[in-house]
């Protein structure tokens, strides 16, 4: 790939380059370099080249058809100076032109057949006044599947009609091209052996019709005209639903639908407004659950307490049966003081339970 300017040159004038002022083409970006095969049937015409002599644009003919090479661009990468000039567009028709198929004008009509293994070639020659052409010499050329190539002579066996058999033993299509031996008139045409015996049905068979009707559920046409109806078709087989009652609930349920979203106008604020009262309801339930909650730690700490305070009480009101006083004299007993009575206010609880409501009340408050 070489990528520096150049100018075209033209060597030998082609039909692509016929009618086109090379002297003022425009430069090229680049091109890819390469070199003519020696080994070519048919040699290559090159008919522009680069500054170093390397080919631009060719052309050769390859078996029936005709191939052209352009090794440079036609995109602005190479050729974003070509693509403003006039010639630009005339080139590349004339290329696309030389390269289609040509259609015979030289009164050349040849047909091609193919049966058990042999082709058959007759042509009809007619000048353009509509007289038969006789006395031609003309020169067939066959492409085989393969890409084989056979040439053969025809020969004249009528006013205007010339034949030629060939060997057609292989499984494809075959391509042949009649041109005359002096002359530059050509014209094409070919012929498929088939694959496989079915696909050459000579004639009709009723039968093998009758039983493909019958197993695929056809109808076999008479010749009479009044069978000959080929748009009348069978009466299709079809269940019919009741779907009402489907049909008026969707409407009881899209009716107030559709009148809400008409008549009722909800802004933005609004919106906004309903958002902000769900979640402060949300948030409400929240906390009076976390109240709940706190509530029955409190009831079960204060439960614990009084649980406590109840066990101290009732190890106070027991007393030592172990413990016995000594006998005491007259005089002991009489020395011995009575204890003074105790206040109103400091006498005991009556009961153990008494005494366990007054502890529990007093530690709540």
Same mark, same amino acid.
């Given at each position: 790939?070489?990528?520096?300017?150049?100018s075209?040159?033209?060597?030998?004038?082609?039909?692509?380059?016929?009618?086109?002022?090379?002297?003022?083409?425009?430069?090229?970006?680049?091109?890819?370099?390469?070199?003519?095969r020696?080994?070519l049937?048919?040699?290559?015409?090159?008919?522009?080249?680069?500054?170093?002599?390397?080919?631009?644009?060719?052309?050769?003919?390859?078996?029936?058809?005709?191939?052209?090479?352009?090794?440079?661009?036609?995109?602005?990468?190479?050729?974003?100076?070509?693509?403003?000039?006039?010639?630009?567009?005339?080139?590349?028709?004339?290329?696309?032109?030389?390269?289609?198929?040509?259609?015979?004008?030289?009164?050349?009509?040849?047909?091609?057949?193919?049966?058990?293994?042999?082709?058959?070639?007759?042509?009809?020659?007619?000048?353009?006044?509509?007289?038969?052409?006789?006395?031609?010499? *003309? +020169?067939?050329?066959?492409?085989?599947?393969?890409? @084989? =190539?056979?040439? !053969?002579?025809? /020969?004249?066996?009528?006013a205007? $009609?010339?034949?030629?058999?060939?060997?057609?033993?292989?499984?494809?299509?075959?391509?042949?091209?009649?041109?005359?031996v002096?002359?530059?008139?050509?014209?094409?045409?070919?012929?498929?052996?088939?694959?496989?015996?079915?696909?050459?049905i000579?004639?009709?068979?009723?039968?093998?019709?009758?039983?493909?009707?019958?197993?695929?559920?056809?109808?076999?046409?008479?010749?009479?005209?009044?069978?000959?109806?080929?748009?009348?078709?069978?009466?299709?087989?079809?269940?019919?639903?009741?779907?009402?009652e489907?049909?008026?609930?969707?409407?009881?349920?899209?009716?107030?639908?559709?009148?809400?979203?008409?008549?009722?106008?909800?802004?933005?604020?609004?919106?906004?407004h309903?958002?902000?009262?769900?979640?402060?309801? *949300? +948030?409400?339930?929240?906390?009076?659950?976390?109240? @709940? =909650?706190?509530? !029955?730690?409190? /009831?079960?700490?204060?439960?614990? $307490?009084?649980?406590?305070?109840?066990?101290?009480?009732?190890a106070?009101?027991?007393?030592?049966?172990?413990?016995?006083?000594?006998?005491?004299?007259?005089?002991?007993?009489?020395?011995?003081?009575?204890?003074?009575?105790?206040a109103?206010?400091?006498?005991?609880?009556?009961?153990?339970?008494?005494?366990?409501?007054?502890?529990?009340?007093?530690?709540?408050?």
């Open positions: 790939m070489i990528e520096e300017p150049f075209p040159g033209l060597v030998r004038p082609t039909q692509a380059t016929n009618g086109i002022d090379w002297s003022a083409a425009p430069q090229l970006g680049g091109y890819v370099a390469t070199a003519e020696d080994s049937k048919s040699p290559a015409i090159t008919s522009l080249i680069t500054d170093k002599d390397d080919p631009l644009y060719a052309v050769w003919q390859y078996g029936l058809g005709r191939a052209a090479a352009f090794t440079s661009d036609a995109k602005p990468r190479w050729a974003a100076g070509w693509m403003n000039w006039p010639g630009f567009g005339v080139f590349w028709a004339q290329a696309f032109r030389d390269t289609l198929r040509r259609e015979s004008g030289s009164g050349l009509t040849p047909r091609v057949e193919i049966t058990a293994g042999r082709g058959h070639v007759s042509v009809e020659a007619t000048a353009p006044d509509g007289q038969f052409k006789n006395n031609l010499q *003309l +020169r067939t050329h066959i492409v085989g599947p393969d890409l @084989s =190539a056979t040439d !053969i002579t025809l /020969d004249q066996t009528a205007g $009609r010339y034949e030629g058999d060939f060997a057609a033993t292989a499984r494809g299509a075959y391509l042949v091209s009649v041109s005359e002096d002359g530059q008139t050509t014209t094409t045409s070919g012929a498929v052996n088939s694959y496989s015996p079915e696909f050459n000579a004639s009709r068979d009723v039968d093998l019709l009758t039983r493909i009707s019958e197993m695929t559920g056809g109808v076999m046409i008479e010749r009479d005209a009044a069978s000959l109806d080929l748009f009348k078709q069978p009466a299709s087989k079809t269940i019919p639903h009741e779907i009402w489907t049909l008026m609930l969707a409407a009881l349920i899209l009716l107030p639908i559709d009148i809400g979203v008409r008549r009722v106008l909800v802004t933005r604020e609004q919106l906004a309903a958002r902000a009262l769900v979640e402060s309801k *949300l +948030r409400r339930g929240a906390r009076s659950d976390m109240d @709940s =909650a706190g509530v !029955i730690s409190m /009831d079960r700490l204060k439960g614990a $307490r009084s649980r406590v305070v109840l066990s101290d009480l009732a106070d009101e027991i007393e030592p049966a172990s413990v016995t006083s000594a006998p005491q004299s007259p005089d002991q007993a009489s020395k011995t003081l009575a204890p003074p009575e105790p109103e206010d400091d006498r005991p609880l009556q009961s153990i339970a008494g005494r366990a409501k007054e502890a529990a009340r007093v530690s709540l408050q």
